[in-house]
């Protein structure tokens, strides 16, 4: 083969042999969840390369929540491509820059006066709230939770809790990041439990007049799809305005409509000082922001926050029309929808296998899991389950994640676009799977 040949597809080459090449030609660090070689996507629909469909219930983690393809969001891409593609947001700007920033600095939870910043990744957008926090307050802690995921970049993956395969192998972690259990009431951790544990930090490991940031997920993510609730939120709020520390919620996942709310935030009623969004921001696109309270967005100075590929045009673009296609099609509603819809069914398969469904998450929109655990023991997670439970629904035409510290959550996350019916054509197959695999 000459050096040339890898580059073109060959007519006919399918799965199989593409992941062979995949698996000789990418890092094994970044793997695939499933051998799938997507053609085409559209809406909540995928086809591989040999021209087989799956159901999306992932859309690549929580961003084509707008669905595959969406034509506005197309049609404006196209159309800033016919223009330019990239200047560079901090040598000579654009418009859809400032009328993004100005659309999410309405966008975000509560009335204090907003600003924006861009990045490109949601690691990148974590690593910016902290810098942010660290300028505004001058101190150097920050605070994270158990089970959390904020990304793979240094202090994004010390802030992570949850070691593999996200922390091992890549110590030593950035300095003065503390974790503190998240309330899981399933798992029997109170949001009391929770507070005292926060308090203990500040008793045991750092002062609270050292911490810069506390940095929250609504809903843990990667973590298991936990909602925090409303009261725990509220006591964060209370403990960052005593000690004058910033609360950072991270909506990268939770964001645009996904949990039947523009924000996750909302649910609790309180306004973050920062909040970090990506992923579904613009519709498949790379972009990630950072939205605060103004007056501590503009604590770092000209040049300090930002990056080549900052804000890029085509993301920008497509982030002014996913937000005009939440608004114009009634996602945010209809996402509140879709979770009753899986609710009722995912609730009807736990009553046919009560000792393998632990619990159903439903109560956060179109942010939706099952934890799968041994003979109804919440401390048995069924992680091999989970995995066979995944393999099958791909062979059988379901594009499924999985997440979870313990490796045992099935998460669901359908672009808030995809109709009753492929709900329920999706929900079928992991019915028929589930059950031959506990046959
Ligand atoms: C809550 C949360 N924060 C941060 C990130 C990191 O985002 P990215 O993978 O774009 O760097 C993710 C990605 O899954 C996430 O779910």
Request: glycine share 10%; with cysteine; aromatic share 6%.
């Amino acid at each position: 083969m000459s050096a040339a040949e890898p580059t073109r597809a060959r007519p006919g080459t399918g799965n199989a042999e593409w992941q062979e090449r995949k698996v000789a030609a990418i890092a094994r660090g970044q793997g695939n969840i499933a051998p799938v070689y997507v053609e085409r996507a559209m809406n909540a629909e995928l086809w591989d390369v040999e021209g087989k469909r799956y159901i999306d219930f992932g859309t690549g983690i929580a961003v084509c929540n707008t669905g595959h393809s969406n034509p506005k969001v197309v049609a404006a891409v196209k159309a800033q491509l016919d223009k330019f593609s990239h200047t560079c947001v901090m040598v000579t700007p654009y418009d859809t820059a400032v009328r993004l920033a100005e659309a999410l600095n309405e966008l975000a939870p509560g009335s204090t006066a907003k600003k924006s910043m861009f990045v490109t990744t949601g690691a990148e957008a974590v690593e910016n709230s902290i810098k942010i926090a660290r300028a505004h307050t001058g101190r150097r802690g920050v605070i994270a939770f158990n089970g959390g995921f904020h990304g793979r970049t240094l202090l994004a993956m010390g802030l992570t809790g949850k070691i593999t395969p996200y922390k091992n192998l890549f110590g030593p972690f950035p300095g003065e990041v503390y974790h503190a259990p998240f309330p899981i009431d399933y798992h029997g951790v109170s949001v009391d439990d929770s507070i005292k544990a926060l308090q203990a930090v500040f008793k045991i490991d750092i002062a609270p007049s050292d911490v810069a940031a506390i940095i929250v997920e609504p809903v843990q993510g990667e973590g298991g799809f936990y909602a925090a609730p409303n009261e725990f939120m509220q006591a964060l709020r209370n403990i960052c305005d005593e000690h004058g520390i910033v609360l950072v919620t991270d909506e990268i996942q939770t964001g645009f409509g996904r949990t039947g709310r523009f924000f996750a935030t909302e649910y609790s009623g309180i306004e973050p000082d920062l909040m970090t969004v990506a992923k579904g921001i613009a519709g498949g696109f790379p972009l990630a922001a950072v939205v605060g309270k103004a007056g501590i967005m503009d604590a770092p100075l000209p040049g300090g926050l930002g990056g080549t590929y900052a804000g890029s045009p085509i993301g920008c673009a497509a982030a002014l029309a996913v937000i005009e296609v939440i608004r114009d099609e009634g996602l945010v509603e209809r996402a509140n929808a879709i979770g009753a819809r899986f609710r009722e069914r995912l609730q009807a398969l736990k009553a046919r296998h009560p000792s393998t469904i632990g619990d159903v998450r439903a109560n956060r929109g179109a942010m939706i899991a099952i934890e799968l655990v041994e003979d109804g023991d919440v401390d048995r997670p069924a992680a091999d389950l989970t995995r066979a439970l995944v393999a099958a629904a791909y062979e059988h035409g379901l594009a499924l994640l999985s997440c979870g510290v313990n490796g045992n959550v099935i998460r669901f996350l359908p672009a808030l676009t995809i109709s009753d019916e492929l709900i329920d054509e999706g929900l079928d197959v992991l019915d028929a799977c589930l059950a031959e695999l506990l046959q």
